[in-house]
Each structure stands twice: as C-alpha cells, then as structure tokens.
C-alpha cells in the first residue's frame, strides 16, 4: 500500500514561520503608513492654525481703534497698552461677532504648565456710557499653543512726533504704535513666521492733521 502524501512537520513549522514574519512586515508596515498619515494630518493642521491665527491678528490689530478703554491718572483717554507678553486694544470682531460692536482685545501669552506657552485672546464689551469697567465676554480663546517662547514689540512715535524704536513695552497708552510685532517659537518643527503689523494713525497725530487742514482751509 502507498502511503497518503502530506507535509512533515518540519515543513508546517517553517510556513508558520514564514507566515508569521510575513504578517510581521504587513503589520509593520501597515503601523508606519499610519503614523505618516498622523503626522502628516498633524503637520497640516499646526500651518493651518499658525495660518488663521496670523489673519485674525494681522486683521484685528490693523483695525484697531481710536477709542479709549481707561483712564491715566489724569483723567487721560489710554487707546493702547503693550508689554512683551500682554496687549490691550479696541478693534470690531469680523462677521455675526461684529454685531456687538467695537470690543476690548487682551492678547496675552500664558504658561501652560508644561514649560511652554500659548497664545490667547480674551474679549470685553464696553460700556455705552464708558463710566463702568469694561465686561468679560466668554472664555479666553487659544490663538495659538505649544509655544517655547515669545515676545510683543512695539515702534512708533512719541507726542512729540520723535520716532520710538523697537522696544519691548508701549509707555505712553495716549498714543497707538505705528508698528506691532509678534514674535514666537513653536515648539514643533512648524515655524512661526515673524508678524509686523502696521496700526492706524495715531489719535494726536490725527489731531495734528485736522488743524493743519483747518488752517490750510482759512
């Protein structure tokens, strides 16, 4: 009699072998296709959130106006303070936002307990009749996060119309700067890129002009 054919168990134990360090490379890379597609998702929405928070900024501090928020001790009108990690302004939030009106903007830089930083902004509504402090609206919304460092700069001019270089503090909030910057460090590969902002004129520079084209008129 012929005996029936089949496999040794030799040859069972290397297809299992092979099969298993077949199913190894299928896995392996089946692990690193997805953590490229995560990374790769990752590293588009960083750009896309550097890229929306660049626009609001550039946007809002560009519009940013003329209309006090405080007091000097005084009793003078303050339109602007700056300091390296915090500023205050008054600009109108785009689309249905806007609706309230003119807003009082806090940027500021804050730790987040991890050794880093992340950007905020935080907004107030101002009182009709500017007698009352201005009133928190909502939470704090993070611009932008995972921040190694940062600074706020700001240039412009004095009362005096003397040009005020780069400096890391806005001292006299009568006046708005002519130039803002934002400087800050991701802590990912992804870079901030540096933002100059330019600002409107100045409310005594605009006082300046209307008498002297008052006086051109006579």
Known sequence: ??????????????????????????????????????????????????RSAQQFLRRELAQSLTQPFGKTDQGEPIYFEGSAREMRYVAPLPGYLGKLGPQLQRLQLVEDGHGGFRLELSLALLPPDGKKPPQPLGEPQVLFDHISQGSFNYRGVDRQGAPVPWSASWADGRLLPQLVRIDLQSQGRESWPQLDVPLRVNPAQTGLMRMGLRGGMR
């Not at 030799?10 to 099969?19: D, F, I, P, T």
């Not at 896995?27 to 959130?49: K, L, P």
């Open 1 to 50: 009699m012929k005996r029936a054919a089949g496999f040794t168990l030799l040859e069972v134990l290397a297809s299992l072998v092979l099969l298993a360090l077949l199913l190894v490379g299928v896995y392996s890379g089946i692990r690193t296709a997805t953590h490229s597609v995560r990374s790769g998702t990752a590293t588009v929405e960083r750009i896309d959130q550097i």
